[in-house]
């Protein structure tokens, strides 16, 4: 038998090509796969041009009526409980929003020429800037076409948003990723949206937390003594109290690991072992935010409370 050469996501314009990881899918998207040519000379150059392996033997036998089910790529999920439009509108916005993310749904938004109706409107803050994501969802039997992420280009770049975003659990045409590489605008569904950008939202979480906690920490110290005792700000040194200074130290720490992405890990700090116990164990960004989320707010509030008191001469 020939031997069969696999490469992940290789658009060949003119020739046959395979949508494949690095393991064997299972039966259920054989039907998304086609074959490459057989010619070894193109075989040859198309290791050289993409950096492909062959393998020695091929993974299994092609039948006859395979290669008539070939069609566009596409990545068909059932990743998602929706029954119709209306309800996979709402998974979408369900799942940024379980992300720490703020999400609305059937928004109508001014852009510089029109007005837009956009399906999900996501929204962030990141280092002291709005982020906006226009989510725009397909509840479709058949892959999109490479018109709809045109549109939603021109409504992105009309609007001013940071980013498109087209979900569709049927996949996407050839040409509508081709249309999306490079571009403002992501096509991907609910799942890959689970798995990929879960990690890039969390890391912008926590780089907005530690943005905002060195900003506490500044007009903590910007404050005197007296003022941080009598605000509640710190203890007054002879009782154990509430103190901004360890929250900004317990904060600071358990952020630097997240970034660092080791787990699990323990806290160091005195605040962290007092408060959170010698045994707590950090396992995730999703735990480092579950405890810091809580103290940054805090502190916030209490600086606040403090300089509007200052302010009026309290």
Request: aromatic content about 8%; glycine content about 6%; hydrophobic content about 40%.
């Amino acid at each position: 038998m020939k031997r069969q050469l696999y490469r992940h996501r290789i658009n060949f314009v003119g020739s046959y090509y395979l949508d494949a990881d690095a393991s064997f899918p299972s039966r259920a998207s054989w039907t998304n796969w086609i074959r490459f040519p057989a010619s070894a000379t193109q075989k040859s150059n198309l290791c050289d041009a993409f950096n492909i392996t062959i393998l020695s033997k091929p993974i299994r036998r092609w039948q006859k009526d395979e290669t008539k089910q070939c069609r566009p790529l596409q990545e068909k999920t059932k990743g998602h409980m929706a029954t119709n439009w209306k309800d996979y509108q709402e998974e979408a916005a369900a799942l940024f929003r379980s992300m720490g993310l703020s999400a609305e749904t059937d928004v109508t938004l001014q852009g510089v020429r029109t007005s837009h109706d956009v399906d999900v409107v996501v929204q962030s803050v990141h280092a002291g800037f709005e982020v906006t994501w226009l989510v725009e969802c397909k509840f479709w039997k058949t892959p999109v076409s490479k018109l709809h992420v045109l549109a939603l280009r021109e409504i992105v770049a009309d609007l001013g948003a940071d980013r498109g975003i087209l979900l569709c659990e049927a996949g996407f045409q050839s040409g509508a990723i081709e249309a999306a590489n490079l571009t403002s605008v992501q096509v991907t569904n609910l799942e890959r949206v689970r798995v990929t950008a879960g990690g890039d939202i969390l890391a912008m979480r926590l780089r907005e937390l530690y943005d905002r906690i060195e900003s506490c920490r500044q007009q903590y110290w910007e404050m005197s003594k007296g003022e941080r005792i009598k605000h509640g700000l710190r203890d007054n040194g002879w009782e154990y109290g509430y103190s901004g200074a360890r929250t900004v130290e317990l904060c600071v720490e358990l952020i630097t690991k997240a970034f660092r992405g080791t787990y699990p890990f323990l806290s160091d700090s005195h605040l962290g072992l007092i408060e959170l116990g010698p045994d707590k164990v950090f396992r995730s960004a999703e735990d480092v935010l579950t405890v810091v989320a809580p103290k940054v707010e805090e502190l916030e509030m209490k600086i606040q409370s403090a300089r509007g008191a200052i302010a009026k001469g309290n």
